[in-house]
């Protein structure tokens, strides 16, 4: 997935290199680098905006490498989760194993959930929860619904999905 | 000046309930402006219901279909007989409903056609079941079936399809089909209460059925969307192809979480032309924006027909009642003769 980054070097020599070379040892793709030799953050570190493809298993451990080697990474590619719906679920939500629902969703790589809000008025009683879902693009955000419907059918947890 | 005599057009209702009697009503009751704007004259000349038909050549009065309906006249003939043998133009057919198998009123509606009658219907079974079919014996007969009251009552969707919206292509329809739905659904956001007591209020006023669950299951929607998508999609489906989710399980917190978001819970049919564009024919609860048309309270039907060059159309209407349902009868009728 195409993902923006903005990250600080120190200013010393030879940092921009250091920085962009865990990008392809993790098979990602560098797709432009914005460096501003001349500017500066409040703390004297040089900001680079940098765009690059990675599957969301390179994000994570790029970010660990850029931390090991004293690179900031001050924002990732937040808009890169562009389109949002929220859907209602009815059922035995939480008892059916919640953590598993939304995963169905957040390991898709491309789709998260964002939001949930939880009512729930009695312990045999059916809960009701809006959940919000992210993608990084409208066909993504249909497929995320196909594969949550999938998910909570098999629960027997009713999904009202928006018109 | 040339005075033209109005054409008589002889009318039999077959059916006394509510629709059937409103029929008879609004006909009364517009008979002479009808003459006047339109240059007929409809006369009743049979009605029919369980026990048989009464029939008078020259107009049964309304004392006439009163005292038959409480059956302190004797009847003449049986409804078949009636519908065969007695010269008229057009069969209203207003018996009630029935999905497992059409009914009655799916042998009237033949019969009536291979009588060579005009046929105008509300009743959605023999329509839900046999669209194709009949369609092909009313051409064959050169004769028209009508069926606007079937589908949102007293809201015009059909004829605006097919007469206003006319050489537009339909992408899709989506919309509340189902005034009982409405009605409980919007109580229970306004009121903030559970679905059973809404339910039983409806039922007191007269809105829901003793057995409501062809409302609440969502099986009358389906059966109205199978209608739309075999007229107006020329689609062939049946009411096993619809994907149908009721009411019953709407829970206050889900209504109250959906209204903190800006939304409105209703009970949606959507239909589609099938093929590549989709293959959409459902009955679900769906959130709706508060500023969405298709947001509409109380008994109201709405619908959104979705156009190639006209975009979008939104009507809303009254879904149920006998004078509303026989609006849509009355004006296909007098479509027959425009």
């Known amino acids: 997935m195409k993902i923006s980054m903005d990250i600080e070097l120190t ?24 460096h501003q030799r001349d500017k500066k953050t409040p703390s004297g570190r040089i900001p680079v905006q940098l765009t690059l493809e990675i599957g969301e298993q390179g994000l994570n ?38 953590g598993e629902t939304i ?26 929860a809006s959940v919000t879902l992210s993608a990084i693009g409208k066909e993504e955000l249909k497929e995320a619904l196909n594969i949550l419907e999938r998910t909570v059918n098999k629960k027997g947890i009713m999904i009202i999905p928006s018109i | 000046m040339e005075t033209k005599l109005p054409k008589l057009v002889r009318i039999s209702i ?46 049964l009065s309304e004392d006439a279909i009163t005292k038959f309906k409480s059956g302190e006249t004797a009847e003449d003939m049986t409804t078949l007989d009636m519908i065969k043998d007695v010269e008229h133009e057009i069969v209203v057919e207003t018996t009630p409903t029935n999905v497992e198998n059409g009914g009655p009123g799916l042998t009237h509606i033949i019969t009536a056609l291979e ?13 839900a079941l046999q669209y194709g079919k009949l369609m092909d014996l009313a051409t064959s007969r050169g004769k028209e079936l009508k069926f606007e009251a079937s ?23 989506k919309g509340i089909l189902n005034g009982t739905c409405n009605y409980i659904l919007t109580r229970m956001r306004e009121e903030k209460l559970p679905y059973e007591h809404v339910l039983k209020e409806a039922q007191e006023r007269g809105i829901a059925e003793t057995d409501p669950s062809n409302d609440v299951a969502g099986r009358d929607t389906a059966v109205k969307l199978v209608i739309l998508a075999n007229s107006i999609f020329d689609r062939n489906v049946s009411y096993k192809d619809v994907e149908v989710a009721g009411i ?8 109250k979480l959906a209204d903190d978001a800006g939304y409105v819970i209703k009970l949606i049919g959507e239909v589609d032309g099938g093929g590549s564009s989709g293959e959409c024919l459902k009955v679900a609860p769906r959130l709706v924006p508060k500023d969405d048309p298709l947001n509409v309270e109380g008994t109201l039907n709405v619908a959104t027909i979705k156009t190639d060059l006209a975009g979008d159309i939104t009507v809303i209407g009254k879904g149920a009642g006998p004078i509303e349902a026989a609006s849509a009868v009355l004006s296909d009728i007098i479509g027959i003769y425009m």
């Open chain 1, 11 to 34: 200013d010393i020599p030879g940092q921009l290199v250091l920085a962009l070379k865990p990008v392809s040892d993790l098979g990602g793709n560098i797709l432009s680098v914005l």
């Open chain 1, 61 to 98: 451990r790029l970010v660990e490498r850029l931390k090991e080697r004293d690179v900031n990474v001050v924002r990732i590619g937040k808009e890169r989760l562009k389109e949002s719906m929220m859907v209602l679920l009815i059922g035995h939500i939480v008892h059916t194993d919640l």
């Open chain 1, 103 to 128: 995963d169905s969703i957040d390991s898709t790589g491309f789709a998260e959930v964002v939001e949930l809000s939880l009512s729930m008025p009695g312990v045999d009683k059916k809960s009701s």
């Open chain 2, 14 to 59: 077959v059916g006394l309930g509510n629709v059937g009697r409103g029929v008879a009503e609004v006909i009364r009751r517009k008979q002479e402006e009808i003459t006047r704007k339109y240059g007929i004259d409809l006369k009743i000349v049979g009605v029919a219901d369980l026990p048989g038909a009464v029939v008078d050549e020259n107009g």
């Open chain 2, 115 to 127: 009588s060579d009658r005009h046929v105008v219907t509300s009743n959605k079974g023999p329509l």
């Open chain 2, 151 to 173: 589908v949102g009552g007293a809201m015009p969707i059909i004829s605006l399809i097919k007469d206003n919206l006319a050489g537009n292509g339909i992408i899709s329809i």
């Open chain 2, 248 to 255: 019953t399980e709407i829970t206050l917190e889900a209504l």
